[in-house]
């Protein structure tokens, strides 16, 4: 099915879309951990509705609304996707789909990859039938990212690759994986990465799931032995994958600017979480007051960005800023609710613990937030060194 | 709502104010002024009114130039770099709110040419707090009778009328005074940011019918929007006085040396500056959001107002505390600059509302 390209139009189609095709279950307004339908070959639906609302979205191209409709999407352009999720959050309803490989490798491909491998990698992932992991992270590459070991060897017809990454998330549950490579270990280290897809099914890929503070294991160590890979799989130029990491990055930084709402900032209010606890500690009150300021301030923020990038004025390097501070008021906001339970939200057979833990890493992970204040310093503020 | 990107007049405008003022007002002026004991510069104030900057939120056929609140805020904004002393708050933005929304075409007219100066007298006690006023509004004939004394009443030294917070028989009043109405006293105050601010004592003050704005008992129908109007403008104000400093503090980094490197390389430095930075650019966003709900809907703007002043004057203090700090000892010199920024961000802050009056009103908003 086409959707109309006149805005007012396409309005009224989509919510007769959706009215007809999400289920009622799926209307349940929830985007928490858990509610998330993550795809792939090993996914199992956590309902018929799930996998119908999956279908549904998929075969018109709605679980990626912005890709070209070759490749899966619906091909819409940024209006009619505001359009869109304005309407689908009107019925409450869930994503159908997320997954990394919506969220960077699809990005990474539309801009870096050719038309054949944007063909073949594209569509299932747009479907949920492919899921994906990232291998960025190494044990000796966190915040120094472009310090990658792990090896991938011209073997004439094909790539070896031997090495280990760590932080790949859900690498367990992953189809396939794209991992930063070192394809030159001979030239500085941002110019001899390749940016390479890697089956999880090779032989010589394992992966080990590592428990974190939460008790959750989201994330996994994967080894890579020997494992052969066919040479139309590197993405971009040879020896040139810190550009196509880099953009990723930043998409991802921007990411945030353009559906981050909901994501970090606001959300239920904390009075009414505060009022909801047994305590009437002025100290606390005050302190979540201050955060309610900041988490307002912050949310105008990404609306700001949002229409700056409207306007065609790029949010750039700014996008560090957002990342900093929605990550460290994510994790404020969270120490709040933690103080506001009091007793009753040290059980974990609470949900509070485990989302209390959980967004300790945010400062952590896509760079840290001292990485973002040294991008911020040298690259908006030109302070040297 | 009009989009969070500054229009391409809102851009003209400001690069036009800061021609103008880089010339007419840069901080060597309120340091000259300061030095001679005076907080005021007739000529300056003559100069913005013919720019339209009087006239600004009046509507054209009392001779303003009627640009809104949003463009009220990019001129606060540009004073605020330069630490402009000037009755551009209290008198283009508060009463000229207030006069407009009370039909006073006569004296917005004024006000517009830049031939009257007001003061607005609220306070009576260290903390802004307008409705839980007591000075007393006695009836008298087909008038009142004020008496009582209010404290930091801004440009009360150079002002011609005063607008007075009175409470009478039927509640809070709002009263259009001259300042040198008999029972009057000005005792002026040497304030920290060498700006004009006096306590006035009213004893027995004659106050005639006419000289109440709107009806009495319904003082805050008319002041509450020129408050908003004055606390959004206040909060621009402070982005500017920030950006200043900032811009100040961010040069010294790069070219003060120490250990034979620019101090700027110090991770230590470059770190918290980042962060001030960020403050800046969400202070930001919260400040032209009230500006435009002002413009657009401004029967509910409080949230927005509120939001705007109490992060204005969060990230204004951190930034004249870290500005001091980073310049090391020249910082505390009165011959820098800095030291003027830090004290007009003291007043500034508690002028209108306090963090904690605004961060109060956002989180009764937000189900506290």
Known sequence: MAFSTDPETFRSEIRAWLEQNCPEEMRDRRNDEASICWGGKKWNFASDAQKQWLDAAASVGLTVPTWPVEYGGAGLNRERQKIFLEERAAIGARSPLESFGIWMLGPALLQFGTHEQKLEFLPPIARGEIRWAQGYSEPGAGSDLANVQSKCEDKGDTWLVNGQKIWTSYADQADWIFALLRTDKDAPKHKGISFVLINMETPGVSTKPIRLISGSSPFCETFFDDVVVPKEQVVGTVNRGWDVAKYLLTHEREMISASGSGMFGAGRALGAIIADGDSDDLILRGQAMQAEVDAMAFELTLERYKDQAESGQGVGDASAMLKYAGTELNKRRHELVMAAGGSGALDWADDRPAAWLRTKANSIEGGTSEVMLSIISKRILGLPG | ?368
């Open chain 2, 1 to 368: 709502m009009a989009k969070l990107v500054k229009t391409e007049d809102e851009i003209m405008l400001a690069d036009a104010a800061r021609g103008f003022l880089n010339d007419a007002a840069p901080v060597a002026h309120l340091r000259k002024l300061r030095d001679a004991g005076q907080t005021h510069d007739p000529e300056l104030w003559k100069s913005m009114a013919e720019m339209g900057w009087a006239g600004v939120l009046i509507p054209e056929d009392a001779g303003g130039s009627d640009m809104g609140h949003a463009a009220a805020g990019v001129i606060a904004r540009e004073l605020g770099q330069t630490l402009v002393s000037s009755p551009f708050l209290g008198t283009a933005v508060i009463a000229a709110t207030a006069l407009r929304k009370a039909g006073r075409s006569d004296t917005l007219a004024k006000i517009a040419g830049g031939d009257v100066i007001y003061a607005i007298a609220l306070d009576e006690n260290t903390k802004f707090a307008p409705e839980a006023i007591e000075m007393q509004a006695k009836s008298s004939g087909n008038g009142f009778v004020l008496s009582g004394e209010k404290q930091f009443v801004v440009d009360a030294g150079i002002a011609d009328r005063v607008l007075v917070l009175a409470r009478a028989e039927a509640g809070l009043t709002l009263f259009d005074l001259p300042v040198d109405q008999a029972g009057l006293a000005v005792d002026a105050r040497d304030m920290i940011d060498s700006r004009n601010a006096a306590t006035l004592r009213f004893d027995g003050v004659e106050a005639p019918g006419d000289d109440v704005l709107g009806a009495p008992g319904e003082a805050m129908e008319i002041l509450r929007p020129a408050l908003e109007a004055g606390q959004a403008a206040l909060a621009s104000e402070l982005t500017g006085l920030t950006a200043g400093a900032f811009d100040m503090t961010v040069g010294y980094l790069k070219e003060r040396k120490q250990f034979g490197v620019p101090i700027g390389v110090f991770q230590a430095l470059q770190h918290r500056a980042a962060d001030l930075w960020c403050e800046t650019e969400i202070t930001a966003s919260a400040v032209l959001n009230a500006g435009r709900v002002l413009d657009e809907t401004p029967d509910e703007a409080t949230l927005a107002v509120s939001l705007a002043k109490a992060r204005a004057t969060d990230t204004a203090i951190k930034a004249v505390k870290e500005g001091v700090q980073m310049h090391g000892g020249i910082g505390m010199t009165d011959e820098f600059d800095m030291g003027f920024y830090m004290k007009r961000a003291r007043v500034a802050a508690e002028w209108l509302g306090d963090y904690g009056y605004h961060a109060d009103i956002v989180a009764r908003a937000r189900g506290f």
